[in-house]
Every structure is written in C-alpha cells, then in structure tokens.
C-alpha cells in the first residue's frame, strides 16, 4: 500500500474514479405542499472535490496536518464533506456525541485539547458560554452563519482552497492517528479510542465482506457515525428526517417512505428504532421488499423485534447483529433467522444473548473475569469452555489506546507479545460447542452477592419473558464486596395500568423456575430507563442502581 493510499480518504477518491456520477448522498430539504419529502443529491465526483477543496483551504488558512480538531455537525452533506476532508488534511476530527451531557462533553473535549473547532453556529454559541477546550483552540470555522467569533466560514474555507497557490495535500501511514472517537460512555465518562488509517480501512473490508456489501447499494443509516463508512463502501447515503439524538421516538413513515422511494437496500437502527418502526410495519401490514440486510447494534436487540420487524422483510432479507464497541468493529456476527430459531428459546431460559460467530480477522479469547490491569497475555488466562469470563479481541480492526487516559488504556489493552494488543472488552461471556459467543452483560455490572455473581443479560431475560415488561435491569444495591440484587422493570405501555403487586407476584414465581434467579426477591417498577442517547438501548444501569437504593431506603 502506498503512502497516499493508506489514507481512509482514499476509499472515497476510488469510488468517485470508478461512479464519478452516482449519487454519493440525499439530503431531505423539507416537504411540498403535497407532503411528499424533496431531496437535494450529491455525486460521489462532486463529494470527492469537494472534500479535497476544503482540506487544501483548512492548511491554506494555517490549520496543521497532525493537529486535533473538534468536530459538531449535524447529519447532512457538510458532515461528509469536512470530515474526509480533515482525513485529507491529516488533520484529526474529535467526534464527541452532544447526548451525553454537558458536563462530559467539557470533560471529553478538555481531553482531547483540540487546536480548532468547527461546527454549526449553535456548537459555537455552546463553546463560547460553557469554555470548552478554551485554553487549546486557536482556530474556527462556522458551517452555517457566523457572528461575534471570529474565524473563517466553510465558504471562506473552500475560496482558499480553490486559489491556484492552495497547497498540496500530505500524505499518509496506515499507523497515523486519523480521528479520536468517544465511547458512549455506558461505564463512566466517554473515552477517545485513537483510530489510525489502517484501522478504518480494516474496518470497512471487514463490513464489507463479512455482509456482502457491494458498491451501488443505497443505504438507510439512522446513525450517523455508521453513515460515514457508506462512501468508503460505494454505498449511497439517504439521510432520513428525523432527530438523530432520539432513535426511539423516530416517525416510522420518515424511514419507510424513503426506503420505498429508493428503493433502500441496506439499512442501519439501533434495537429501540427498530421497535418502533417494526410495530408500525405490523399494524399497518408494511412491506419493504427492497432491504437486503438491515444491520443494528449498539445493544442486544431482543429476539420480538427481530420477530416483529422481519415481517416487513422479503426473501432473503434477514437483521444481522454485529457485535463490537467503538474500539473494535466488527467482533462477531448472527442473523435474525439463527437467533428465532435456533438461539431464542435459550436465551429466554437465561442462557445470554447469542452474539454469533467471530468475523474473518479476528481473534476472540475468553478469559478469567479481573478487574485489575493485565499487562501481558497468557495461555494461563483462558477459562475452561462453556465457563462465562471477559471477552478479549484482537485484530486489525481493534484500537490500541484511549487519547490521554493512560490509566483506561492500561486496564484495557494487554501485550499480546508479538508486537500488537489485545483489548478487553469489558464484556462477559462464553463460547459454546458450536464456536457461538454468546454475551452475559458487561463486566462492571455484574453483581457479586453472598450466594455468588449474578451477570446481568441471564438474569434479566427470565423477567423479560413476562408480556407486561418492557425491560428489565438488575442491578446491586449497597456497600462492599457484596450487594443486594434488584431487578427493575420498564412496563410495556399496555401493562401500566395493573397492579404492581400481582405482577411482582407474577415476575416471581417466573424467577422461582430459574436456579440462577430463585434467591432473587426484590422488583422495583420504573417509569423509564436511563439509556444511552446514541442508541437509545444501553441502560445506564449504574443511575438505576442509585435510584433503587433511594427506593429502597
């Protein structure tokens, strides 16, 4: 691989050389009077140019390859466009999610020290009032209109890069630091996973063969961190109405009526979207016969969505459910058609979730639960098979650091010995006969009690079994090396109104048929769970466990 070419950007070059005149991405613009939604489209050719533009202004107006760059831009054309062109710059994009609050934003972003910030005018007015990354920004860009603060526009941006005297882009190593990309923070503060090119590009073969994704395929994608890989992937991009922040709350017609009008093949939900949607396709008898695959993490998606929304499905068509984290993509693999079949009846008796196979690339290990750091890798860590440990991987497509948390980076990653690192994934689980993962929770939820460790995926789908429930979440209340299990329920809309008392009687006796949950005894009803603002799925179990012990006091 060439210098030039290790750079991700260099995906989007290739695909613009080979369709110049495909549509790299709609954009809704609104709808007319007749309610149908009008889109403006840009070509793969006129993105490629773009981005290259915009990179050469950036170092024209004295940004600086290797430098940090925050990045707040909401999904549409401008957030393609500036983030391959800081790829082609050299320059490094901070992607920090807003949804995860004020105060962890300003954490995140003094981390990452950024030298510039772009983004919208609001981003602006937010860094100004609150000070984020005060002492490290020296230069600003406004996507949109600016006002008191100076600094150039993105149409400034791009007259400096289109002079004849605009300077040549630099070159790039698969091992240079390409973006910072924050966790959702599901365990603690939001960590920045360093991405180098190389890992980027392994990522985006590895999606691509693993699913069988060829150029040409139009793409529904209600995030938009997944967005970004479509034009590495020759894929078209239809962006879709809706407010990114709140899967859960999508308007189902805002994702069918544009995956009928494109005839949309592949399309990206996290599992609370994929509810919605799936319960509107039921009631109202939808078909999408186009989607080839439909691919959806971010949290195990529970086998009745899969149920309900693969009844819009024709064919072939199956969910698939990667399972990976910010720091390694994709880990492992399953269809909706294996999990209804085959894994359902297990998971719902508190086996986990079947995760699936581990994709081409990867080397998945199982290992003794610890929650000290571990330097060096050993056979000697291994758990017997069949026997629930931590999930380590390694692989082209995993991370080796978190940008400034040394102490993180230190408890997740191990010398493998060979000159790489495995990551832990802070998850727990198994391999089972066949070579399925099968995934029990995450490592710093699992609740140790006097009785032993109770893991939180297992014990919660023998709740989850019960119609009325929405869904469940144990966690441990108290002080100490042990704690007191509590399971809290989110009621299905339809089961609110019942008596609390009969159905924990109910949610009992369930528990009673379960060794693994028997001892369990206390059931705490919430209104609605503190989850993740990304997916809208990961359940921030460590407020739960807070809010029960006030309960409970």
């Known amino acids: 691989m060439s210098a030039r070419s290790a750079n991700i950007a260099s995906a989007l070059t290739s695909m613009a050389d080979r369709m110049p005149r495909s549509t790299a991405i ?31 202004g950036l170092l024209a107006l004295g940004f600086e390859s290797g430098s940090r760059a925050a990045l707040m831009v909401k999904p549409s054309y401008e957030l393609f466009a500036v983030t391959f062109a800081l790829f082609k710059a050299g320059i490094v994009p901070v992607l920090v999610d807003p949804g995860i609050g004020i105060p962890a934003l300003g954490t995140c972003l003094a981390e990452a020290a950024p030298s510039s910030f772009i983004g919208i005018p ?19 860009v406004t996507i949109g209109r600016k006002l008191l603060w100076g600094g150039a526009t993105l149409d400034d941006v791009r007259r400096a890069g289109g002079a004849k005297n605009a300077p040549a882009l630099p070159t790039a190593r698969e091992s240079d630091m390409a973006a910072v990309l924050f966790t959702s923070g599901s365990t603690g503060i939001p960590k920045g996973a360093v991405y180098a090119h190389g890992t980027f590009a392994a990522q985006v073969e590895m999606i691509r063969t693993t699913y069988a994704i060829a150029p040409g395929e139009i793409d529904l994608p209600t995030f938009p961190l997944f967005a970004l890989f479509d034009p590495a992937l020759g894929m078209t991009t239809v962006l879709p109405e809706m407010d990114f922040t709140r899967p859960a709350r999508v308007s189902p017609r805002n994702v069918i009526e544009p995956i009928r009008k494109f005839g949309i093949t592949n399309m990206f939900g996290s599992p609370a979207l994929l509810n919605r949607v799936g319960r509107y396709g039921d ?10 695959r439909v691919i959806s993490a971010g949290a195990p998606v529970p086998a009745s969505v899969l149920a309900t929304f693969s009844k819009m499905l024709k064919g072939d068509a199956e969910i698939v459910t990667p399972y990976g984290a910010t720091e390694a993509l994709p880990v492992a693999t399953i269809g909706s058609r294996e999990i209804l079949t085959s894994t359902r009846a297990k998971t719902d008796g508190g086996a986990g979730v ?22 060096h890798w050993s056979d000697d860590l291994h758990v017997p098979p069949g026997e629930i440990g931590e999930i380590v991987v390694a ?22 010995g060979r000159g790489g690192v495995m990551h832990r994934m802070g998850d727990v689980g198994y391999l089972d006969s ?31 079994t019960h119609p009325g429930v929405y869904r469940a979440a144990l966690v441990g209340v108290g002080s100490g090396g042990t704690k007191r299990p509590v ?10 109104h019942r008596d609390k008392g009969e159905l924990t009687k109910e949610l009992l006796a369930l528990a009673a048929k379960v060794p693994m949950t028997s001892r369990l005894d206390t059931i705490l009803f919430h209104k609605s769970f503190p989850v993740d603002i990304r997916h809208n799925a990961k359940i921030f179990r460590e407020k739960l466990a807070v809010w029960a012990a006030g309960e409970l006091s």
């Open 122 to 140: 609001q981003a602006h007015v937010a860094r100004m009032v609150l000070g984020w990354a005060r002492p490290t920004i020296r230069r600003l």
């Open 487 to 496: 399971i809290c329920i989110e009621l299905e809309e339809a089961a609110r």
């Open 283 to 292: 009631e109202q008898n939808v078909s999408l016969p186009s989607l080839r």
């Open 434 to 464: 066949d070579g399925r993962l099968w995934f029990c929770g995450r490592k710093a939820h699992r609740v140790i009690t006097t009785a032993g460790t109770l893991f939180t995926d297992p014990c919660e789908a023998i709740f989850s």
């Open 395 to 416: 692989g082209p497509n995993v991370t080796h650091s978190y940008f400034h948390r040394d102490e993180a980076t230190r408890l997740a990653k191990i010398d493998d």
């Open 26 to 56: 709609y954009v809704p613009t609104g709808r007319g009077g007749d309610g149908v939604q009008r889109y403006v489209e840009h070509t793969y050719e006129a993105l490629d140019g773009d981005s290259t533009t915009i990179a050469k």
């Open 354 to 375: 079947c995760v699936g196979r581990t994709v081409a690339g990867v080397r998945l290990e199982i290992i003794q639960i610890r929650d000290e750091a571990i330097a």
